[in-house]
T-cell receptor, first 110, second 114 residues
């Protein structure tokens, strides 16, 4: 069993839809949770960064962490074609040595 | 401000050869980490360096080594290349070693081993 499980997709939705991306994990020691966005032939770009459980909102993006269920989510509201990318969840007991999910490939169709 | 810069962007090597990848962190960042991303997978942690000292190492063989210089730039070396070493090698920097400092990635070096 992998430490972090992420559905690789691909996921395709129409423009304007709400997108839900999810990861589960097995290591209860994880305290830091991130979401990165990766465009083709680019490095991962930090989108959201949360510590422990709870919700965090930044514009159209909301990150949720449920440590009791070992489950994290990223919601994208009013999705745009420019949101088309691979989304990577990452987590660790520190913010430095991260364990990544496989990545979900998302396409937003105009 | 310039982001994390990596060189070269692409590299083709033959099995058994050695390769050196270079990374310059964001100005003011003192910690550098290296990750390997195989096609279709998420990045996997290789090394973390802070103030020129190794602060963490992932599950990679001794063929992989790294170092950090006084200006906080870093090099990743891979010896005796195998076909399986073909991947995108990502460098990330953060302000400090502290657990709260998130990583910011460069665009990587794509290594192909033939």
């Amino acid at each position: 069993q992998k430490e972090v499980e992420q559905d690789p997709g691909p996921l395709s939705v129409p423009e304007g839809a709400i997108v839900s991306l999810n990861c589960t994990y097995s290591n209860s020691a994880f305290q830091y949770f991130m979401w990165y966005r990766q465009y083709s032939r680019k490095g991962p770009e930090l989108l959201m960064y949360t510590y422990s459980s709870g919700n965090k909102e930044d514009g159209r993006f909301t990150a949720q962490v449920d440590k009791s269920s070992k489950y994290i989510s990223l919601f994208i509201r009013d999705s745009q074609p420019s949101d088309s990318a691979t989304y990577l969840c990452a987590m660790g007991w520190g913010a430095q040595k991260l364990v990544f999910g496989q990545g979900t490939r998302l396409t937003i169709n105009p | 401000d310039a982001g994390v810069t990596q060189s070269p962007t692409h590299l083709i090597k033959t099995r058994g050869q050695q390769v050196t990848l270079r990374c310059s962190p964001i100005s003011g960042h003192k910690s550098v980490s290296w990750y390997q991303q195989v096609l279709g997978q998420g990045p996997q942690f290789i090394f973390q360096y802070y103030e020129k000292e190794e602060r963490g190492r992932g599950n990679f063989p001794d063929r992989f080594s790294a170092r950090q210089f006084p200006n906080y730039s870093s090099e990743l070396n891979v010896n005796a290349l195998l076909l399986g070493d073909s991947a995108l090698y990502l460098c990330a920097s953060s302000r400090g070693q502290g657990d709260y400092s998130p990583l910011h990635f460069g665009n990587g070096t794509r290594l192909t081993v033939t």
